[in-house]
């Protein structure tokens, strides 16, 4: 049987290196231009086809994809006179990888059924590292026939492929993990910072921490960078704020506001209002240990 043909929005970092795992695994591509040309033209120079709009893409295409920044870009890449809603054909699944808010998600799932396509929510875990070699995680919910039917397509771009439910519980699962892993990278950060003013030196702290029941992934990437002076997690603190401010809109939502994550979000807005908001997460500890020295 023939690979369906995919549609792909968002060739950033992480949209372009699962661009290139599905185009080395036989996958027949349709891309389009945002910001940069250069992950287009090497997809294009990969076999791939180019679409002058995102209607002629999902039109091309038997599942469309997309990996961007935030909701708004989301809704802007589905609804207008040349969104993926103006182009989809009946019977098309479209995968959203990006953190969005899930009532947004359910929104557009309820529009695209009213053409006859399915969406489903699919955000990702781990680094563009990860994806070119397919090992993502993949956090998947929405209707379990079209899951089903892309399976074998989400499993060439992850390690661990996950159906957690109806559509939008991806990215309430999603918002809850970024939530507690910038809280964690927060403290961490702070951790070391109090170690450095006590005159201990990082090490020993690490040392003791990880070896207990506080280590973790996240703590590790701290490590790396605070220790080491090595980056592993190349996610920005303007990418985390919006994460966990979406976590907010969404327990506020809930009726549960959360306190915790009002915390977080403070400290990362204070990065971003000094203009430092393109700094990966890791180099937190940079800001939150600068008065401690």
Do not use: W
């Amino acid at each position: 049987m023939s690979k369906p043909t995919i549609g792909f929005i968002g060739l950033g970092l992480m949209g372009a290196a699962m661009v290139e795992c599905l185009q080395e695994n036989g996958y027949p591509m349709v891309v389009i231009a945002n910001r940069s040309r250069t992950a287009i033209d090497a997809a294009v120079a990969r076999g791939a086809t180019e679409a002058t709009s995102t209607a002629e893409l999902a039109a091309a295409s038997d599942i469309v994809m997309l990996c961007v920044d935030t909701t708004a870009n989301v809704e802007s890449r589905i609804y207008g006179d040349d969104g993926v809603l103006a182009g989809i054909r009946p019977g098309s699944i479209v995968i959203d990888f990006g953190t969005s808010i899930p009532d947004s998600t359910r929104k557009i799932g309820a529009d695209l059924a009213a053409k006859g396509a399915t969406y489903l929510d699919a955000p990702l875990g781990r680094t563009p590292a990860h994806a070119k070699k397919g090992q993502l995680n993949i956090m998947c919910s929405g209707d379990k026939e079209a899951f089903d039917k892309v399976k074998p397509v989400l499993d060439v771009l992850g390690e661990n492929v996950f159906h957690l439910g109806a559509l939008g519980t991806g990215h309430t699962i999603k918002l809850i993990n970024n939530f507690f892993a910038m809280t964690t990278a927060s403290a961490m950060s702070e951790a070391f910072g109090i170690a450095d003013r006590s005159g201990i030196e990082r090490e020993k702290l690490y040392n003791v921490m990880s070896s207990g029941p506080l280590h973790s992934g996240m703590m590790d990437f701290i490590k790396s960078y605070a220790i080491d002076g090595q980056i592993d997690l190349a996610f920005s603190i303007n990418n985390g704020l919006k994460d966990v401010g979406y976590f907010r809109e969404m327990s506020d939502a809930l009726g549960a506001t959360s306190k915790i994550a009002r915390g977080t979000a403070e400290t990362l807005k204070e990065v971003q209002d000094e203009g430092q908001g393109d700094l990966m997460v890791p180099q937190l500890i940079d800001f939150l240990t600068r008065d401690m020295k």
